[in-house]
């Protein structure tokens, strides 16, 4: 297999000639983005979270307090919905209603797993802070056995997903052409600035290479 079947609840029915569900598509945006949002309800309420991830093969990994309201009810198998969103252009159409914006994003499905076994909640740590910079992980301190008991990591797998791209300009007829306003794409990059050195930190360190030239995805 190399895509994702759609179902009813991952299908794209609005603009559905935008919906992508094979696998290269749908990793290459879950892996440059860096914060996702997780829909789910919690005492009858609809909740959304905004929460980091990271991918490792067919899964998605969360992590979070034990006392998180988030990881305690994904953790108790509660279904729930994550999206991750990159904006890669503002559109300016011709018309007050034809502005929109190029973006690519991702929709999943499922219910999570509580990872148990202490060497791969250790495991998925890693994953997590190699998933901010790569190599960071041999530069820190791990965590104690104590921080990782206050930790409760959850794993996604990735059986229910699909993406939607917008690329291009606007859709308006040739017709609405004719007014004078400026048309086009402004493009979006997610461009990290200049490293700001933590006052408490070693001051003989530099600044590492992989932070100076920092990109997306890692």
Known sequence: MTEFTPTDRTKVRRKPDRGKYDWDTIYAILDQAFVCHVGFIADGMPI???TNYVRVGDK???HGSTASRLM???GS??????????LDGIVFSPTATGHSVNYRSVVVMGKAEPIEDPAAKLAAMRDFVEY?????WA???PPTDQ???GTMVLAVPLVEASAKVRVGFAVDSDEEYASGAWTGVLPFKWTP??????PRGNQSVPVPENIQRYTRPQ
């Open 77 to 86: 198998g509660a279904p729930f919905c994550l999206s991750v969103t990159l």
């Open 72 to 74: 305690k009810t994904l």
């Open 147 to 149: 921080e990782l008991k």
């Open 193 to 198: 600035g200049e490293p700001l050195r933590d």
């Open 60 to 62: 998605l990994f969360l």
């Open 48 to 50: 959304v979270v905004p």
């Open 132 to 136: 901010v910079l790569r190599g960071r």
């Open 139 to 141: 530069t820190v301190r």
